[in-house]
């Protein structure tokens, strides 16, 4: 009995460490999971503001906007790993340029799905001449050139570098599209805040509003770079699998893809 109780005492302590280091290594990826659900349930149930034209359609700013704001933030991490590629060479940030691009660009699909049905109820169509629209379209375009791009060279050292020359264009011209362009006094868009037009925070961003809004955007970039560095992380497993076979004397090279 006392060696049982021992034994039971000591695996006890033994897990201790490892919930900690567990909790002090995963709390914002949990942070994040709780933010969306938190903005998702407040998104649908919480009060809004009663305005003309919008009416309860403003719910989707949770969603919308705050989808856009991840999109951005995610590319941008995207667009430093691109960078450090070309400075030190390690595959590693190669492999964090790509997958980080991945969410960035299925962020920018939820974001422009929610936008479209967004105008369709305020506007009356699903997609209007807006410069915004349009900038959005062509820089998620610019970013499936990038996905093409990457997969049209089988040389890796070659498709590392010109795909992380390319990412830094390819960011450049999506600031350029959705955020300098739409914002221009002589340009006419129908966004808030853009083309002379008074922003949502100037007229009808609440307090109310603000608190599901600001964690929307930090639960959606958090659950983003959790799902790109679980990706990240299996790529990188498959990659050192695949350098190892291929390093072994009696390894097919044909058979590495």
């Not at 868009?189 to 922003?199: D, E, F, I, K, R």
Request: charged share 15%; with cysteine.
């Amino acid at each position: 009995m006392t060696n049982f109780a021992a034994s039971i005492e000591s695996t006890s302590m033994s897990k201790s460490p490892d919930s900690a280091s567990f909790l002090s290594r995963n709390w914002w990826k949990m942070l994040g999971v709780c933010l969306v659900f938190y903005s998702i349930i407040m998104g649908f149930l919480g009060t809004v503001p009663r305005l003309p034209i919008l009416h309860e359609t403003i719910r989707n700013l949770y969603f919308h906007v705050t989808m856009w704001f991840s999109m951005i933030f995610i590319l941008g991490a995207s667009l430093v790993f691109s960078i450090r590629y070309l400075s030190n060479g390690r595959f590693e940030d190669d492999i964090k340029a790509e997958h980080y691009s991945h969410v960035g660009i299925l962020l920018g699909m939820l974001g422009i799905t929610t936008g479209s049905v967004w105008a369709h109820f305020t506007w009356g169509a699903w997609w209007v001449n807006d410069p915004k629209l349009n900038g959005a379209a062509i820089s998620l375009l610019i970013y499936f050139a990038y996905i093409i791009l990457r997969n049209s060279m089988d040389e890796e050292q070659k498709r590392a570098r010109v795909a992380a020359v390319y990412n830094i264009f390819a960011f450049v011209l999506l600031i350029v599209f959705l955020v300098v362009y739409p914002r221009m006094n002589k340009v006419d868009s129908l966004h808030p805040g853009n083309g002379g037009n008074p922003a949502f925070s100037s007229y009808d961003l609440d307090k109310n509003m603000r608190m599901v809004f600001y964690p929307a955007v930090f639960g959606w970039i958090m659950t983003g770079l959790w799902i790109a560095n679980i990706s990240i992380r299996s790529s990188i497993v498959r990659y050192k699998q695949l350098r190892k076979q291929f390093s072994r004397p009696d390894s097919n090279p044909t058979h590495v893809i």
